[in-house]
């Protein structure tokens, strides 16, 4: 479970944007091991970047689709690409080892570029296939 909390740390002392979420917090979890993450110069993904994420691993798997370029599965049996497949077979391995982090909910904006440039130069030297990284219009069409 994630729950973030702003905080300033002041003289050795957290102090939190807000206080009151913030007790309720500390007692629902009182007794419980919790962590704090540090991180004031870097943010998290957005849920803007989220969506973006996800929609590039559907435009991917449709794109290595119509390549050709199937999955050979342990039944040896060929199973079409999905949004989920680019993320588990692709993504998420690249992003273990480059970043040791297990989850995309952990990544920071700057780390998605990261793992997208190794993709997207893998992938276009392999397969010949080059997907930008989706953008507001990608999301929304164009205004």
């Not at 973030?4 to 944007?17: L, R």
């Not at 273990?96 to 297990?102: G, I, S």
């Not at 010949?128 to 205004?143: A, D, K, Q, R």
Request: aromatic share 8%; with cysteine; hydrophobic share 35%.
């Amino acid at each position: 479970m994630n729950i973030n909390h702003k905080a300033i740390i002041k003289d050795g002392k957290i102090i939190p944007s807000d206080i009151g979420r913030f007790k309720n917090d500390l007692e629902r979890f009182n007794g419980k091991e919790v962590g704090i993450i540090l991180d004031s110069w870097k943010k998290i993904r957005t849920n803007k970047q989220n969506n973006a994420l996800h929609l590039y691993f559907e435009l991917l798997s449709t794109e290595l689709n119509l390549s050709g370029q199937e999955i050979k599965r342990i039944i040896n049996v060929d199973v079409p690409w999905t949004g989920e497949l680019v993320k588990s077979i692709i993504w998420k391995p690249i992003q273990k080892t480059q970043l040791k982090k297990k989850s995309t909910t952990q990544l920071t904006t700057d780390e998605i570029d990261v793992i997208y440039d190794i993709i997207n130069r893998e992938i276009g030297e392999k397969c010949g296939i080059h997907i930008p990284f989706p953008n507001i219009e990608h999301l929304f069409g164009e205004f």
